[in-house]
Every structure is written in C-alpha cells, then in structure tokens.
C-alpha cells in the first residue's frame, strides 16, 4: 500500500484552512531532494507557512509538495519531498500531526527484471489462497 502521509498532509491542511487557521509545516531541511530557503533553516528544519496567502502555485501531490514563495523578499519555488514533511499543524491552536521521521531513501526506480527474488521484509504478508 502507499503511504498514509500525503493523504493526511493534504486532509489536515484543508482541514486547517476550513477552521480560518494558518497551516505551517515543519521541514527535515536535510532531507534529499529538499530545495528550500538555506537562510532560513534552523538546526536543520525549516518552518513555512501554507496559509494561501503566503505562497502561490501550490501543488500537493503523493510525492511532494512544491510552491513559489517570498523569503526576505526574494521570490523562490520550494521543493518539498512527503517524506520530509515533519508535522504540519495550525499557528494559532498548534493543532495538526507529527509524523515519524523518515529516515528510508525512497525506493529506486524500477529497472526490469531481476533473477533474484524478492527479499522478506521481516514483517507478515497476507495472501488470498483460492
């Protein structure tokens, strides 16, 4: 199954929007494939606000999350991979989510068949027998 993150990420922020809350999220800025504003990350995370009327050009997807924004006054689009995503929660109540750090690289891209089967995981499977 895919990850439950980017479904919640996105749940959580349009349920933050709808409760007139600013939605913030907090950034593993060490993450690979992290572009987001060097200035502004501190101890290695990165705080940004989601609130409409901070960035343009929001795109939310299973994979990232990317935007273009103003930091100091400089125009930047930020790259923001799902597995970087920390927490996201409200400003002002501090209500929202925070995730389990991510610390697997994501899986590589398929690149055909291999001879070798597949290696357990160590966790149970469930199969439908007939």
Do not use: H
Request: a negative charge; one cysteine or more; proline letters at 11%.
């Amino acid at each position: 199954m895919n990850s439950s993150r980017p479904y919640l990420i996105r749940a959580l922020y349009e349920w933050i929007l709808d409760n007139n809350c600013t939605p913030y999220i907090l950034v593993n800025a060490g993450y690979p494939g992290t572009a987001v504003p060097e200035g502004f990350v501190e101890g290695g995370q990165i705080v940004l606000n989601l609130s409409p009327s901070a960035i343009r050009s929001l795109d939310m997807d299973n994979d990232r999350i990317c935007f273009d924004g103003r930091f100091g006054g400089v125009a930047q689009q930020v790259w923001i991979p799902i597995g970087a995503v920390m927490a996201i929660y409200a400003r002002e109540n501090g209500q929202g989510m925070v995730f389990e750090i991510d610390t697997e690289t994501p899986p590589p891209q398929d690149e055909g068949p291999s001879d070798e089967p597949p290696k357990p995981s160590g966790r149970p499977s469930l199969k439908v027998v007939k």
